[in-house]
C-alpha cells in the first residue's frame, strides 16, 4: 500500500483521522467487501492518493469491521466519502463517483500547484533574495492565471531586482477594479526606483555614447554599468548591438559578457531565452 494510503482502525483513527486533519485534507474511504460499488470507487481514489503525491491522505475504513467508527460518522450507506478538515468533516458523497466527479471534488480542498510556488517566492523576499524569488513568482503568475496576490509579489520582486520595465508590464495587467493600496503602493515604489535609478557613471558613458554613437568600447561599458545596476535589457541589448558589428569584440570579451548575463538571470527566464535567441541566431 501507498504511504498516501492508510488503513484506519481503533488505535490509529484518532491521530489519522482527526490529529492528521489538521496538517492536510484527509479523504475517508468507508466501505466493505460485499460492496460492489466500493470495488469501483476504491480504485480512482487510490489512484488519485498516489497522483496527488500527499497533498491529501486517504483513509479506508472497512465498516464491517470498524462499526464504531462508522456510527461515530453518521455512515447510513456505502460507500460513503468524506472529506475531512481541522478535525471536522466538511463534504463527501454517497455512492460510486467518477473520476472527474471526485477530482473535482478534491480540488476544492487541495492546495493549487501556483500556492507553492507563490510560498518559495515570498520565502525568497523575506530572505532578501528578490532575484531568486522570481523563477518561482513568475511560473505561479503564469499557472495561476495572473491571480491578484501573485501579481504584486510577482512585480515586488521585479521592481527590487531592478527590471522595472517588466514590473510595469506586470502591474499594467491589473484591471482597474483590482487596483488597490497594494497596486498604488507598487506603483509609487516604480515611479521612485526610475528616478533614482542612474547612477552618475551611467549618465556619463550615456552621454559619451550620444557622442560616440559607433564606438564600441563606450557601449561595452555602459552595458557592464547597466548589468550591475540590474538593467538588465538594456545592457544585453548594448552587447548584442556590439556582436552585430563585430562578433569577436574584445577579444570574445563581449561575447563571453552577454553568455554571463544570460546565465546570471537564471534558467527559464524569459529575458535570458530572448537574448540566448538573439545570440544563437548571430553565431549560427
Known amino acids: ?34 460492496c460492489e460499488p ?24 472497512n465498516a464491517d469491521e470498524q462499526p464504531m467508527i462508522t456510527q461515530q460518522f453518521g455512515v447510513r450507506s456505502l460507500p460513503t466519502v468524506m472529506v475531512l478538515q481541522d478535525g471536522q468533516p466538511v463534504d463527501g458523497f454517497a455512492g460510486a463517483q467518477s473520476e472527474n466527479q471526485v477530482r473535482e471534488l478534491l480540488e476544492k480542498y487541495l492546495p493549487k500547484p501556483w500556492d507553492a510556488l507563490l510560498e518559495a517566492g515570498q520565502q ?10 522570481l523563477v518561482p513568482l513568475r511560473q505561479a503568475w503564469d499557472d495561476s492565471g495572473q491571480r491578484h496576490d501573485i501579481t504584486l509579489a510577482y512585480a515586488h520582486a521585479l521592481i527590487e531586482s531592478n527590471r522595472l520595465d517588466e514590473a510595469d508590464k506586470v502591474l499594467g495587467t491589473v484591471m482597474m477594479v483590482n487596483q488597490d493600496a497594494g497596486w498604488e503602493q507598487l506603483v509609487a515604489q516604480l515611479k521612485v526606483k526610475r528616478e533614482a535609478a542612474k547612477s552618475p557613471e551611467i549618465e556619463a558613458l550615456e552621454q559619451q555614447l550620444v557622442e560616440q ?35 569577436n569584440h574584445a577579444d570574445g570579451a563581449t ?30
Open 213 to 247: 554613437p559607433e564606438n564600441h568600447d563606450i557601449r561595452a561599458q555602459l552595458a557592464i554599468q547597466y548589468t550591475d545596476a540590474g538593467y538588465y535589457r538594456e545592457a544585453m541589448e548594448h552587447l548584442i548591438a556590439i556582436l552585430r558589428q563585430d562578433l
Open 255 to 284: 561575447r563571453k559578457s552577454l553568455l554571463d548575463t544570460i546565465a546570471s538571470l537564471g534558467k527559464g527566464d524569459p529575458l535570458a531565452a530572448e537574448y540566448q535567441r538573439k545570440l544563437y541566431s548571430l553565431l549560427y
Open 124 to 133: 525568497a523576499i523575506a530572505q532578501g533574495d528578490f532575484r531568486a524569488a
Open 38 to 61: 466500493c470495488k469501483a470507487l476504491m480504485p480512482v481514489l487510490e489512484k488519485l492518493a498516489n497522483e496527488y503525491g500527499g497533498a491529501f491522505l486517504l483513509a479506508k475504513v
Open 1 to 34: 500500500m501507498s504511504e498516501h494510503i492508510v488503513t484506519i482502525d481503533e488505535s490509529n483513527a484518532v491521530r489519522l483521522l482527526i490529529e492528521e486533519s489538521h496538517q492536510r485534507p484527509v479523504v475517508v474511504d468507508f466501505w466493505a467487501a460485499w
